[in-house]
């Protein structure tokens, strides 16, 4: 059965500090992932998704298939990166998301 | 945002109450889901829709049903609300193989 692991539900870093939030998956078929993000009490916001390969805000996230992970990194947080993060991942062939636990991101000053 | 709007935002009721929760679209999207989101859960699929009249289960559908009677609009009904589905509950649309958007979410509080 497919899967999003998401190993840590809170992360603090302090600004300025590198930031990476770990994103596990398990799939047998051809994955396609997702990061979005939420801020407090608002909607869910698509931040990256793996096949556009672009940078949003600073973050990039890579996905790598023989560890079938698809972690995001930062290298300079900012205090407005404090957020709810969620991996997703699409199974193929559907438009179904299967999201992971989420991981809260602390920036402190 | 692909104007999705949810009502309401906000619900407090009674356990054994009806509920239902509207998810309505502009962007003429075809398919459209609802979520609930719970601490230490994430985002869980209830229903989902592929096209009018078009519905099937998601990873949490006991005591959920759902409709679709046009495009635009996504009915989730609670037929007898329990303290257990007290949650906040997101609606999504998409379309083609874009990736989902989401609506503000319905904070629903069930005593």
């Known amino acids: 059965a497919q899967r999003v692991t998401q190993p840590e539900k809170l992360l603090s870093v302090f600004k300025g500090a590198p930031v990476e939030l770990k994103c596990n998956y398990s799939?047998?078929?051809?994955?396609?992932l997702f990061w979005y993000v939420q801020y407090s009490r608002q909607r869910l916001q698509l931040l990256l998704r793996?096949?556009s390969r672009e940078s949003i805000k600073g973050f990039t996230a890579d996905l790598n298939k023989g560890e079938t992970s698809f972690h995001l990194k930062k290298p300079f947080a900012q205090e407005e990166d404090s957020a709810m993060y969620y991996c997703?991942?699409?199974?193929?062939?559907?438009?179904?998301?299967?999201f992971g636990q989420g991981t809260r991101l602390t920036i402190n000053p | 945002d692909a104007g999705i709007t949810q009502s309401p935002r906000h619900k407090v009721t009674e356990t054994g109450t009806p509920v239902t929760l509207r998810c309505h679209q502009t962007?003429?999207?075809?398919?459209m889901y609802w979520y609930r989101q719970d601490p230490g859960h994430g985002l869980r699929l209830i229903h989902y829709?592929?096209?009018?009249?078009?519905?099937d289960k998601g990873e949490v559908s006991d005591g959920y049903s759902v409709s679709r009677s046009k495009t635009e609009d996504f009915l989730l009904t609670l037929e007898s609300a329990t303290s257990s589905q007290t949650s906040v509950y997101f609606c999504?649309?998409?379309?083609?193989?874009?990736?989902?958007?989401f609506g503000d979410g319905t904070r629903l509080s069930i005593l």
């Open positions: 997703a991942l699409r199974i193929q062939g559907a438009q179904k998301l299967v």
């Open positions: 799939y047998s078929g051809s994955p396609e």
């Open positions: 793996h096949i």
């Open positions: 962007e003429n999207h075809r398919y």
């Open positions: 829709s592929y096209g009018v009249k078009d519905t």
């Open positions: 999504a649309t998409a379309s083609g193989n874009q990736p989902q958007h």
